[in-house]
């Protein structure tokens, strides 16, 4: 049996530049080089994605799909239009300090910025201007990926999880009946995940149905 589209699987994983830089990992001792100097603890957790719907990298889920359905390990290289792209110049911009100031923002080169839901890099600030590289960090880079397929997941439930990670970030509380997911959330993600049921459907194979939390309900009365 092999992996194929769809297929829900468990993978521990380390990613890293080609010239050795970890930078994203779900390993205790890999995340503990990467928050290295940092005082907050350090918490590993199992990842759990569904192939071929862009819950990963596309290379590495192409990659995966096709190999044995049996626990293994792999190491893939890929390229930089494999991973997270080509560096784009034009994404590279000047921006007048006065604009920063407005946002009670003072950039220093070297620090990440938000700016207006974009995030950028601080190049230099000279001239009442500031260079921000608006490019993924990893952007231009040819990136490694060990990864361990520990299993292909099967029960409902981790499965729901999983998308719910992956589009929302959150932990809802939910149940299944008769092929009718029922996600309870606030009434601001209600919204929300009403606007997701294609995807639900496409990938888990059910109606959803998103209802307010009795704590809303409460809140409201």
Do not use: W
């Given at each position: ?76 290289e ?11 110049p ?28 974009r ?103």
């Open positions: 049996m092999k992996l194929n589209k769809k297929d829900f699987i468990e993978i521990e994983f380390t990613g890293k530049v080609k010239e050795g830089e970890i930078f994203d990992s779900n390993i205790k001792k890999d995340l503990e080089k990467i928050h290295q100097g940092h005082d907050h603890p350090v918490e590993s957790k199992p990842f759990i994605f569904c192939l071929g719907e862009h819950m990963f990298l596309d290379g590495l889920d192409n990659f995966l799909i096709g190999k044995p359905n049996e626990p293994d390990t792999y190491e893939i890929l390229g930089p239009e494999k991973a997270f792209g080509k560096r784009n034009a994404l590279v911009q000047m921006i007048p300090m006065r604009i920063f100031r407005e946002h009670g923002t003072n950039p220093i080169p070297g620090t990440l910025l938000n700016f207006d839901g995030i950028g890099k601080a190049l230099t600030v000279s001239g009442g201007r500031v260079m921000v590289d608006f490019n993924n960090p990893l952007a231009g880079k040819t990136v490694i990926y060990r990864i361990n397929v520990k299993r292909k997941v099967e029960d409902i439930n981790e499965k729901i999880k999983a998308v719910n990670e992956f589009l929302f970030k959150r932990d809802f509380k939910f149940e299944v009946k008769e092929k009718k997911l029922i996600i309870e959330a606030d009434k601001q993600f209600t919204k929300i995940i009403e606007l997701f049921k294609d995807k639900f459907k496409e990938i888990l194979g059910l109606d959803v149905d998103a209802i307010e939390t009795e704590e809303a309900d409460k809140e409201q009365k």
